[in-house]
């Protein structure tokens, strides 16, 4: 439970905050044992009319996430115990409440005896990432922390830069076909009909193209709160149901990876950050299937993710994972496979898993900006096809009449 106090401390300052604690007593031991002499506490759920609200744990950002693991794996790499480090990166997240409360709980179960990992898996703060504890727990018993933090720093923080770049790729595109819609969208519901009312006082035979563009801008203008309305359920829905049901989201990612081109880059994007995960937690010294299972926790696509987990089992029963993949319905990319077969026959499939993420992201990356490069002209030829269409149309007849 989380707790908000106001009180005193050893200097006589004014203070405020929160903490967690099991009940009530607990929280003011642990206020005690700071030096706080509290004037007020009560639970922070109190504090709102709608109580289910502060039951929601914090999803600390990848990047604060890898600011925060890097700033301590330096302060221990320093010298500096667990216990020290937590407390001064405290400091420098004072106008962030909620990771500040995060790091103030670690420290209170740190205080009580407990390692990081304990710590990390007691607190109801922040929603962690599964490979994230692991890694921690096997770093701490290897003695390996502050190597391992380095480590995960850097995960997130390409994984954060990835999802940026993929994001800022696809913004252009993106923008133009929604524009391209509402400009279409806006002659054919506006401009068409206002033509279209001059032919019709000419009582003559209009050309077909002509028809269709008017049979088109009768609809839309019949029809165009019913047209936007249809899509954003479609949409609404399609997001509902992508969440929520795991046969459609199935489905829709297998569908996916059967698209000419574009599946063949999110295969080989799933299977460069899965690599890339399992080359952490493999030098981490995590076994190799709890490996294969976080890393497979860590993918987007159902599809790929679903085959890693049903390896994962037959890992257990002493299969080479490149044997069960093999055999899997979904063709994954042979170079991929024959990687794995080499690493481990030759157990160095740490380096092997971390050459394939290297490859994967960077043959992703040029065949992104090759896309790119082909998608932009596409999208402006097609945008002004339409509208050049939608425009010789209306013109035909016009052209026809000065020719008799």
Request: glycine share 4%; aromatic share 12%.
């Amino acid at each position: 439970m989380i707790f908000q106090y106001k009180g005193v401390d050893t200097l006589g300052k004014t203070v405020k905050g929160k903490i967690e604690a099991l009940d009530i007593s607990e929280a003011k031991k642990k206020l005690r044992s700071e030096g706080i002499i509290y004037t007020q506490i009560k639970d922070d759920q109190s504090l709102s009319l709608v109580p289910i609200s502060f039951k929601r744990r914090y999803k600390i950002p990848p990047k604060e996430l890898s600011n925060l693991s890097r700033e301590i794996a330096m302060y221990i790499k320093s010298g500096i115990s667990i216990v020290q480090a937590l407390k001064i990166t405290q400091n420098h997240y004072t106008q962030n409440k909620k990771l500040s409360l995060f790091i103030k709980t670690l420290n209170d179960y740190l205080d009580e005896g407990e390692n990081l990992y304990s710590a990390l898996t007691k607190q109801n703060v922040a929603i962690l990432p599964d490979f994230y504890v692991q890694s921690i727990k096997i770093s701490e018993d290897g003695g390996i922390l502050a190597e391992v933090l380095l480590e995960l720093a850097d995960f997130l923080k390409e994984q954060e830069k990835l999802k940026k770049e993929i994001k800022m790729a696809f913004a252009y595109p993106s923008f133009m076909i929604v524009v391209s819609f509402f400009m279409i969208a806006f002659m054919l519901t506006f401009v068409v009909p206002q033509i279209t009312a001059v032919f019709n006082s000419m009582h003559q035979e209009l050309p077909s193209p002509t028809k269709v563009v008017i049979f088109l801008g009768e609809f839309f203008q019949n029809n165009f709160i019913l047209i936007l309305g249809g899509l954003f359920l479609i949409i609404v829905l399609f997001s509902i149901f992508f969440q929520k049901s795991n046969r459609f989201r199935f489905f829709i990612d297998r569908l996916l990876l059967k698209i000419p081109f574009f599946g063949e880059m999110v295969q080989k994007s799933e299977l460069a950050r899965f690599s890339y995960m399992a080359a952490l937690l493999v030098k981490s010294g995590i076994p190799f299937v709890q490996t294969i299972n976080l890393s497979a926790n860590i993918l987007n696509n159902s599809v790929i993710k679903d085959l890693f987990l049903k390896a994962s089992r037959e890992v257990v029963e002493g299969k080479p994972l490149s044997s069960s993949l093999s055999k899997s319905n979904t063709q994954l990319d042979f170079g991929f496979i024959q990687a794995v077969a080499i690493g481990e026959e030759t157990s160095e499939i740490e380096s092997v898993f971390s050459n394939i993420s290297q490859l994967y992201f960077e043959e992703n990356r040029d065949k992104t900006s090759m896309l790119l490069s082909l998608l932009e002209p596409f999208l402006m030829l097609a945008v002004g096809g339409s509208i050049g269409f939608i425009v010789a149309a209306m013109l035909l007849p016009i052209f026809s009449m000065s020719i008799q």
